[in-house]
């Protein structure tokens, strides 16, 4: 038997015993996150008395099944202009919750001088009433929205479907990354958030869990997971240190729209810090795209040690830095756009009711944004050499 007929026999008996212990790093990983989660929560939410002793409109999802009435009127206010209203009556049939089965009667404003409002309700669509009643049309309920969850639902259940499909086992373990990313958002942080406690550290504590658990469950407990991890780590804290020394120089408010007001009305004896906000919205923001970088060069160079033996950690680190090159103007790009496209509408409002670009571009709004651009740039300049060199070290004696 040769030298590659040993080599290869050596590999097919590696391959079960590395599928066990990654099963079991998947188990393991999955049982401390539901702990992270649940503890997490538990102490997110001590003293969180935002919402103590306030009334909430009753929600009601529904089916529209009877349109009863169609009221429409007319009432000018000058020789030009016209105030048409309508009233919509219909029943609903509730689809869950304790009235599940009952017939509700509700009513659907209409006028000519909203702004924005939801298109004249039909038989067959499915809303959310308010417990708004109107003595006037004698009705209980009031049309707050469109149910739109459901059509997200499939949508993500389609998304997943397709994951599993073309990534079958790493297609689910992407799935399973994705849920505890998200209950560590919502669950834990966001409470953390609102019951006032410091959002610098549990910006950062959410992050470093993300970064953990995802490459745990994606890629499992090896060197590769190890070094993506720690460029992936530089990358976040060099964003978050940037983050804080512009904010200074700077001099951010975090006052950066209308919704930063309410925030700040949500507790106005111990306010929300908003300039933490912003900096937990940035290193968040691009801990996706760092995370991306870090393990796309380190699964690039993993896979140049495995079919090559005489790499060295030089050789490692400059195809390293070559990968990144060629990654980094997509992924700069990426947040560039991403950034944009989210703040859009408010941008091109911005620029037409203002001839001066200088006053835009120094509005915090815009400042703020392209802030985020950046400094997420930034990060993931510094995550590339710090992955190469990880992996180099890392990777010097891979079998």
């Known amino acids: 038997m040769n030298n590659e007929q040993i080599a290869e026999k050596n590999i097919a008996e590696r391959k079960p015993k590395e599928s066990t212990k990654r099963r079991w790093v998947i188990l393991i990983t999955i049982l401390l996150s539901t702990l992270y989660i649940f503890v997490g929560n538990k102490i997110a939410v001590q003293g969180m008395t935002l919402f103590d002793g306030k009334n909430y409109t009753a929600v009601q999802k529904a089916k529209i099944v ?9 009432h000018p206010l000058s020789e030009t202009e016209t105030l048409v209203v309508e009233e919509i009556i219909f029943n609903a049939e509730a689809i869950s919750g304790e009235k599940k089965g009952e017939i509700l009667k509700g009513e659907q404003n209409l006028n000519t001088y909203a702004v924005a409002q939801l ?10 009433l308010y417990n708004i009643p109107n003595e006037d049309y004698g009705t209980e309920w009031t049309l707050g929205e469109y149910v739109r969850t459901d059509a997200l639902l499939l949508l993500g259940a389609i998304f997943m479907i397709l994951l599993i499909l073309f990534g079958r086992q790493q297609g689910f373990q992407t799935i399973i990354s994705l849920i505890y990313t ?10 953390a958030i609102l019951s006032g406690k410091n959002i610098y550290y549990w910006s950062i504590l959410t992050c470093v869990f993300i970064i ?10 090896n060197k590769k997971s190890l070094a993506a991890g720690i460029g992936c780590f530089g990358g976040v804290l060099v964003s978050g240190g940037l983050t804080i020394i512009m904010d200074r120089i700077l001099k951010l408010t975090g006052m950066v729209d209308e919704d930063s007001v ?40 993993y ?48 620029i037409s009711y203002n001839t001066s670009l200088l006053d835009v571009l120094n509005r915090e709004l815009v400042v703020v944004e392209i802030l985020q651009a950046l400094v997420g740039s930034i990060g993931i300049l510094f995550t590339i050499p710090l992955t190469a060199i990880a992996s180099g070290f890392f990777f010097k004696h891979v079998d």
């Open 182 to 191: 998200g209950l560590a958002i919502f669950v834990v942080f966001i409470p």
């Open 66 to 74: 009877e349109i009863v009435d169609h009221i429409k009127e007319e």
């Open 303 to 350: 896979e140049v040690k495995t079919q090559s033996k005489n790499v060295t950690f030089k050789m490692l680190i400059a195809s390293g830095i070559t990968i990144g090159r060629d990654i980094m103007g997509t992924m700069a790009n990426t947040l560039v756009l991403a950034y944009i496209g989210g703040s859009l509408g408010v941008v091109l409002l911005l």
């Open 119 to 128: 298109k004249p309700v039909k038989v067959g669509d499915k809303v959310l």
């Open 212 to 221: 953990l658990m995802t490459f745990l469950v994606v890629s499992g407990l």
């Open 262 to 301: 309410f925030l700040l009305l949500l507790n106005k004896e111990h306010p929300i810090d908003l300039k933490a906000i912003v900096f937990a919205a940035i290193i968040i923001g691009a801990l996706g795209a760092v995370m991306d970088v870090a393990m796309s060069i380190a699964s690039s160079l």
